[in-house]
């Protein structure tokens, strides 16, 4: 876990994790990434305010930077994870960190540019921070950004971080160095931000038809995770039973009428998601009166228990797939 300076080595921490966020997997590069990194980073403004990506950037270039990443993590002088969405498998960007020499990680970002303002930076480096204190233990994480760069100070402000002084960075693919700020974020900060996030209770349902089919539905246009599958519900409003909630979601979301007696639970997710913790208890629906119409935008779809992993869900859906198969 240490190396000769006493500093926690990243190699020996980071056994291949794959880091799941609401809309992203985070996950090592592979040499089968080496032709989608081009696209993403052959572009001026997605690398000028970077220090270590090369302009114009190629193949060659990609292929270097798999490898590097491998020997960098193995030698535990940090790891790079590269985005990639649930909805599409796209890969959109990447986050990582170095260990400095304290021990510290400094964290480093892109996104591909067709990418901003989507709330992705934010989204994967909460995940990553998470994972830096609260299984890793480290004890702070800190980034320096360009002077410059105000897409990437906005991304530090979000997640917590403080302004922590300024220091020279080296910019060697700039052939420059420049006298950039430094912001800093403790764990004992983080971890009182982290444990303030509310607990949400959200109600299921999986509809099955007389060939045991399930009916999915897509989160809505507009909606967080908007496109993924999820089952059909939603939030349990103040005084409402998880019952009375369900009955009501279905007819406003699908146009159904099913009633309380109808509803069989079968199990339930508990997912920490980074910025609440879902409870959502999954009913099984059998019987209802109507059609189901999609009323607020979402796309349906009848599919088979074996097939409900092929679906882009959302990471609280995905244990839900396997207690379903007992049940339809
Ligand atoms: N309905 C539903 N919500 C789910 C599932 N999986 C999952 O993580 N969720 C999460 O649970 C929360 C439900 O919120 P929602 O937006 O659907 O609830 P709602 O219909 O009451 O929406 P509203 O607040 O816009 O009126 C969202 O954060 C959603 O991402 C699922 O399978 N079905």
Redesign the pocket.
């Given at each position: 876990m240490t190396n000769e300076a006493g500093c926690r080595q990243a190699g020996s921490v980071w056994a291949g994790h794959r880091l799941r966020t609401?809309r992203l997997v985070l996950r090592l590069a592979t040499a089968a990434d080496v032709e989608c990194l081009p696209p993403l980073l052959d572009d001026w403004e997605v690398v000028r305010l970077t220090a270590r990506i090369p302009h114009p950037y190629g193949s060659a270039d990609a292929a270097a930077f798999v490898a590097e990443q491998e020997s960098r993590r193995h030698s535990g002088q940090g790891v790079a994870l590269l985005l990639e969405r649930t909805i599409d498998g796209a890969v959109i960007g990447c986050v990582g960190f170095g260990l400095d020499g304290e021990g510290n990680p400094e964290l480093g970002y892109w996104i591909g540019r067709a990418y901003w303002g989507q709330g992705y930076a934010v989204e994967a480096l909460r995940r990553l921070i998470r994972h830096l204190f609260e299984t890793l233990g480290f004890a702070s994480v800190w980034a320096q950004v360009h002077p410059d760069n105000l897409g990437s100070k906005q991304v530090l402000a979000k997640l917590g971080f403080a302004p922590d002084g300024c220091g020279t960075c080296a910019m060697p693919a700039r052939g420059e160095s420049v006298v950039s700020p430094r912001f800093a974020l403790e764990r004992a900060k983080w971890s009182a931000a982290h444990a303030a996030r509310p607990h949400?209770l959200?109600v299921?349902a999986a509809l099955v038809d007389g060939d045991g089919r399930v009916l999915m539905t897509t989160?809505p246009p507009g909606?967080?995770?908007a496109g993924l599958w999820?089952?059909?519900?939603?939030?349990v409003a103040p005084g409402e039973t998880p019952e009375q909630a369900l009955v009501r979601?279905l007819e406003e979301?699908l146009g159904l009428d099913v009633t309380e007696s109808c509803l069989a639970p079968v199990g339930f997710?508990s997912?920490d998601y980074d910025t609440?913790h879902?409870l959502?208890p999954l009913y099984v629906v059998r019987v209802w009166q109507g059609t189901p119409t999609p009323r607020e935008g979402q796309s349906l779809r009848w599919v088979r228990a074996a097939r409900l992993a092929d679906l882009p869900?959302?990471p609280?859906?995905i244990p839900l797939v396997a207690v379903l198969r007992e049940w339809v």
């Open positions: 609401a949400l959200v299921a989160r909606k967080t995770m999820e089952f059909p519900g939603g939030k979601e979301e997710a997912h609440f879902l959502m869900m959302p609280a859906d």
